[in-house]
T-cell receptor
Framework: DAGVIQSPRHEVTEMGQEVTLRCKPISGHDYLFWYRQTMMRGLELLIYFNNNVPIDDSGMPEDRFSAKMPNASFSTLKIQPSEPRDSAVYFC??????????????FGPGTRLTVL | QKEVEQNSGPLSVPEGAIASLNCTYSDRGSQSFFWYRQYSGKSPELIMFIYSNGDKEDGRFTAQLNKASQYVSLLIRDSQPSDSATYLCAVWSGGSNYKLTFGKGTLLTVNP
């Protein structure tokens, strides 16, 4: 299994530009999570999906952030317009259905975003 | 607000020693507890998880739960320099919400 795939791995952009981060979960996993990690705040959950449906977006910081999951194998996190304080590492994680015995999450390699 | 607290460290131990990492959680009804290892510049990697009904041992790693005091610990026996990383504790509170609450992690350094 290839694991969770994220792209790009690094993104450098200027303030005000639109940024789109992409994620492909592990095949067969029903849950997909988007996290942001910074030194100050640690790992924060932004939003998660179950079977492509957004379940909890209470962690999305503001309207500049949006996430979609058009199908079981693809999700995007978009920031428009981007700001320097959005600079962080963004992780995507996926998880199998809980009936399989656990809800452990498997993380992708992350996207390091720098907004100048 | 459900919280998970960890000592940020760094925790420094000599090679071959036992490293003990602790995590406290605020939600008494928490159901599952996870330990992730994160090397610098890498993504979190699941080491092990336990349910609210017991401890678990896996090789050099042991996860223990103290429900009365609301803390979970990770013991690493025969610590190796390759164990040097940040260890993240995560808690699932049960119910229909599937999200995990993560602590900020403890940096462990194993000195040769």
């Amino acid at each position: 299994d290839a694991g969770v795939i994220q792209s790009p791995r690094h993104e450098v952009t200027e303030m005000g530009q639109e940024v789109t981060l992409r994620c492909k979960p592990i095949s067969g996993h029903d849950y997909l999570f988007w996290y942001r990690q910074t030194m100050m705040r640690g790992l924060e959950l932004l939003i998660y999906f179950n079977n492509n449906v957004p379940i909890d977006d209470s962690g999305m910081p503001e309207d500049r952030f949006s996430a979609k999951m058009p199908n079981a194998s693809f999700s995007t996190l978009k920031i428009q317009p981007s700001e320097p304080r959005d600079s962080a590492v963004y992780f995507c994680a996926s998880s199998p259905d809980r009936t399989s015995g656990g809800n452990e999450q498997f993380f992708g390699p992350g996207t390091r975003l720098t907004v100048l | 607000q459900k919280e998970v607290e960890q000592n940020s460290g760094p925790l420094s131990v000599p090679e071959g020693a036992i490293a003990s990492l602790n995590c406290t959680y605020s939600d008494r009804g928490s159901q599952s507890f996870f330990w992730y290892r994160q090397y610098s510049g890498k993504s979190p990697e699941l080491i092990m998880f336990i349910y609210s009904n017991g401890d678990k041992e896996d090789g050099r790693f042991t996860a223990q739960l103290n429900k009365a005091s609301q803390y979970v610990s990770l013991l690493i026996r025969d610590s190796q320099p390759s164990d040097s990383a940040t260890y993240l504790c995560a808690v699932w509170s049960g119910g229909s919400n599937y999200k995990l609450t993560f602590g900020k992690g403890t940096l462990l350094t194993v000195n040769p």
